[in-house]
């Protein structure tokens, strides 16, 4: 008898997808096991004996799994496919990798830095779950600057347009010039264009960002639009996170 595992478990085994986006694909109804489609969460699966197929694709798990970071450049979506057919991060990989990443997470289409891609679920689902509390390091490049208060507020929490309360974050000027200011800022939460929304709360507006860190692992010299696997010792900080 093999390994019994929850389908979304089973689905980011095979280096499908993280388990929250496997998730989604189940509410889809795009996840078929035997033949039969899945219509709620909690299905279980036997590992090498149920088949489980997703749009008629059948998947296995990963014999081999890929880490990988990636400076994205603006212009690309952090998705493995776009319904609009704009380009996606996969795009930047080339053809030296033969299996399926996914991308841990999410950067906006107009901001630009590290982002990292595997096959492994249960690593992804570290990295991305809240209560996991990854830390991001991002560089906030601000027209017109921003006030003490507004560097204060950001340090003690704001709200948001929609009512969503940030945690306290990370702040620290790091370039002021005349009408531009280069700001850095640690958060651990992943709301949608967060960082752009909490600046917005305290009247300064972002007119370019980049992502630097995630929880001690550094972008570094990476260019911008290349891409190298994680070191052993990398892997090993974002594994316990």
């Avoid at 499908?16 to 496997?22: I, K, P």
């Avoid at 972008?219 to 911008?224: A, D, K, T, V």
Wanted: hydrophobic share 35%; charged share 25%.
């Amino acid at each position: 008898m093999g390994e019994i595992v929850r389908l979304q478990k089973y689905i980011a085994m095979c280096g499908e997808a993280s388990r929250r986006a496997a998730e989604q694909l189940i509410e889809d109804g795009k996840v078929f096991l035997n033949g039969e489609r899945v219509t709620h969460q909690g299905v279980k699966v036997e590992v090498g004996a149920d088949k489980v197929t997703i749009s008629g694709r059948e998947i296995e798990p990963s014999k081999k799994l890929y880490y990988i970071m990636l400076n994205k450049p603006r212009g690309y979506v952090s998705t493995v496919k776009d319904q609009f057919e704009r380009p996606t991060v996969i795009d930047l990989l080339g053809d030296e990798i033969k299996v399926r990443l996914f991308p841990v997470g999410r950067l906006d289409y107009d901001t630009e830095g590290l982002i990292l891609m595997t096959n492994d679920g249960d690593f992804a689902y570290r990295i991305t779950h809240p209560k996991h509390n990854a830390e991001k390091t991002y560089i906030a490049v601000l027209g017109g600057g921003i006030t003490p208060s507004g560097i204060n507020r950001l340090r003690n929490g704001v709200r948001l347009s929609d009512g969503f309360i940030t945690s306290p974050a990370k702040v620290e000027i790091v370039e002021a010039q005349k009408g531009v200011t280069a700001v850095k800022i640690t958060i651990h939460e992943g709301k949608n264009r967060q960082v752009r929304r909490m600046f917005e709360a305290v009247g300064s507006k972002v007119t370019a960002l980049k992502r630097v860190n995630i929880n001690g692992v550094e972008l570094g010299n990476l260019p911008l639009g290349r891409w190298r696997y994680l070191t052993a010792h990398e892997i090993s900080i974002l594994k316990n996170i």
